[in-house]
């Protein structure tokens, strides 16, 4: 969950997109996951996972002054266990919050989230969830889970069990 509270925190603030317009990012990314911290592994499993995310943002604020961020995130690569082992994964990611003219500093909204990685060797994960969540994109976020498959992270903490993005 570290890359993902990461990579919100380096989403674009209200007003950093043009009006309408969407910010698109891509960049690399890598993951490492042991069945130390993901108990969906088999029992000394470290699996080690390279590839790229495209993130996909916008604001738009209306005439009351509420302003909405939306957010797409997508990542795809490969990964490879001990044994060389071979693997793909897909990460998904969507938010949509929103702020308040009273509170113009702190966003709510919910989230979706996915991570799986599958292929021919033993690491076989299928993890995500959905939650409402409040942020300022800086300085905290907090999770309220809806809904969660997989052991993803942990909740309200944030941190990662199953999904290292």
Same mark, same amino acid.
Do not use: C, Q
């Given at each position: 969950m570290t890359g993902l509270v990461t990579a919100i925190a380096l989403l674009p603030v209200p007003g950093a997109a043009?009006?309408?317009?969407?910010?698109?990012?891509?960049f690399a990314v890598s993951w490492? #996951?042991?069945? *130390?911290?993901c108990t969906n592994l088999p029992a000394g499993t470290t699996v080690e996972g390279t590839g790229t995310?495209?993130?996909?943002?916008?604001?738009?604020?209306?005439?009351?002054g509420v302003t909405m961020i939306s957010n797409t995130t997508t990542a795809t690569g490969t990964a490879t266990d001990q044994d060389g082992n071979t693997y793909v994964f897909l990460y998904s990611n969507t938010f949509r919050a929103s702020n308040s003219t009273?509170?113009?500093?702190?966003?709510?909204? #919910?989230?979706? *989230?996915a991570f799986s990685l599958g292929g021919p060797g033993p690491a076989r994960l299928s993890n995500g969830f959905t939650a409402?969540?409040?942020?300022d994109f800086t300085t905290f976020f907090?999770?309220?889970?809806?809904?969660?498959y997989g052991d993803p992270i942990s909740f309200p903490e944030g941190e990662e069990h199953c999904d290292p993005l």
């Open positions: 043009a009006a309408g317009g969407a910010t698109v990012e891509r490492e #996951l042991s069945s *130390d911290t995310e495209k993130s996909i943002t916008r604001t738009r604020t209306n005439a009351a009273a509170d113009p500093d702190v966003f709510t909204g #919910l989230m979706n *989230d409402r969540f409040t942020t907090t999770f309220d889970p809806i809904r969660a």
